[in-house]
C-alpha cells in the first residue's frame, strides 16, 4: 500500500490560520482605534459646543446689563470720546513754551529782546532787539545759532537790520550809545507740536 505524506498540507493550513488570526487582531485594532478617535472627536465637539453656548449666554446677559445701564452707557461713551478728542489736541497742539525757554536759556544777558514774532507754519521767530555796543549783537546771533559742536533750537539765524542809537543831553553831549537789531531765526515747527496744554482741574 502507498504512503502519502499529509506534512506539506497541514502547514499550508496552518499558516492560513495564522495570516487569518494576524488580519482578525488587525482589523480589531483599526476598530478599536477608529472607536476611539471618534470619541475624542465627539468629546472635542461637546466641549466646542458648550463653550460657544456659555460664550452666547455671557453675551446675551451683557448685552442686557448695557441695556440697563441706559444713561451710564451713555456717560462712559461720551467720556470715552472726549478724551479721544483730548488726545488728538494734544497731538496737534502748539505751544510756544520750548522757543520761548531756548531764547532764555541762549540770549546774552547784556541783549534785552523788545519784540518778538513767531509764525509757526513756517517755523521762523523774527526777534527785535538791544544791545549795549556792536559785538555784543554779533555774541547773541552767535550764540542763538546752531553748530555742530553747540546744538540750539534754531536752523539758521539772519540777521535783518542793525542801528546806532544816540540820545544826546540839551547841550548836544551824548549820553546814551546803544544798538537795536532785527533777526530772523528758523526752527522746525514740530518742535513746537506736542506739547502739552495747561489742562484745568477735573477737565477728565
Known amino acids: 500500500m502507498a504512503t502519502i505524506n499529509l506534512a506539506p498540507g497541514t502547514a ?7 495570516r487569518r488570526r494576524a488580519l482578525f487582531s488587525l482589523s480589531i485594532g483599526i476598530v478599536v482605534l477608529l ?13 466646542a459646543a458648550r463653550a460657544l453656548t456659555r460664550s452666547q449666554a455671557q453675551l446675551q446677559g451683557l448685552e442686557r ?19 479721544d478728542a483730548l488726545e488728538e489736541l494734544l497731538a496737534t497742539h502748539v505751544s510756544p513754551l520750548p522757543l520761548l525757554q531756548e531764547i532764555e536759556r ?22 527785535s532787539g538791544n544791545t549795549p555796543n556792536i559785538d ?14 553747540r546744538k540750539t533750537m534754531f ?11 544816540e540820545t544826546a543831553s540839551p547841550d548836544g ?10 533777526a530772523t531765526l528758523n526752527f522746525p515747527p514740530e518742535a513746537l507740536q506736542g506739547s502739552r ?5 477735573n477737565s477728565l
Open 12 to 18: 499550508y493550513l496552518a499558516s492560513i490560520r495564522r
Open 35 to 47: 472607536v476611539v478617535m471618534w470619541g475624542i472627536l465627539a468629546g472635542l465637539q461637546s466641549s
Open 65 to 83: 446689563r448695557i441695556i440697563e445701564a441706559g444713561d451710564d452707557v451713555t456717560r462712559i461713551t461720551l467720556f470715552e470720546e472726549r478724551i
Open 106 to 127: 541762549l540770549l546774552p544777558a547784556p541783549t534785552v529782546l523788545i519784540d518778538l514774532e513767531m509764525t509757526t507754519r513756517e517755523g521762523q521767530l523774527i526777534v
Open 136 to 149: 555784543e549783537v554779533a555774541q547773541t546771533l552767535a550764540s542763538l545759532t546752531t553748530s555742530p559742536t
Open 155 to 165: 536752523t539758521a539765524v539772519d540777521l535783518a537790520s542793525i542801528a546806532r542809537n
Open 173 to 182: 553831549t551824548v549820553t546814551t550809545i546803544n544798538y537795536s537789531f532785527q
Open 197 to 201: 496744554p495747561n489742562l484745568p482741574p
